[in-house]
């Protein structure tokens, strides 16, 4: 079976970084668009970053110019480089896996980052 594993996530100052790491730790499959997301507490679960197999990148306005997507094909794996962290990153971060085709999906489990003083 496919299934995704998340870790990086923790507590962090403002200003501080954090790199989250989502790697397939399943069954082989051709991926697409590998993507991050968060959910806060009150807030609906919205896209952060997603990036596709050829490595464009596309970014939630709040996060432009402090976070990196990346993503190693061969490994399955997806990081989320984080920066410049401030209070609203709090959330739980979901990594998800996209097929080719677009027609199915799958997600992590989450992890949680705190930003916070």
């Known amino acids: 079976q496919v299934q995704l594993v998340e870790s990086g996530g923790g507590l962090v100052q403002p200003g501080g970084s954090l790199r989250l790491s989502c790697e397939n730790s399943g069954t082989r499959f051709h991926v697409g668009d590998m993507g991050w997301y968060r959910q806060a507490p009150g807030n609906e679960r919205e896209l952060v970053a997603v990036?596709?197999?050829?490595?464009?990148?596309r970014y939630a306005d709040s996060v432009k110019g402090r976070f990196i997507i990346s993503r190693d094909n061969a490994k399955d794996l997806v990081f989320l480089q984080m920066n410049s962290l401030k209070p609203e990153d709090t959330a739980v971060y979901y990594c998800n896996f996209k097929n080719l085709r677009g027609t199915a999906q799958i997600w992590g489990q989450g992890t949680r980052v705190t930003v916070s003083s």
């Open positions: 990036v596709n197999p050829g490595g464009l990148t």
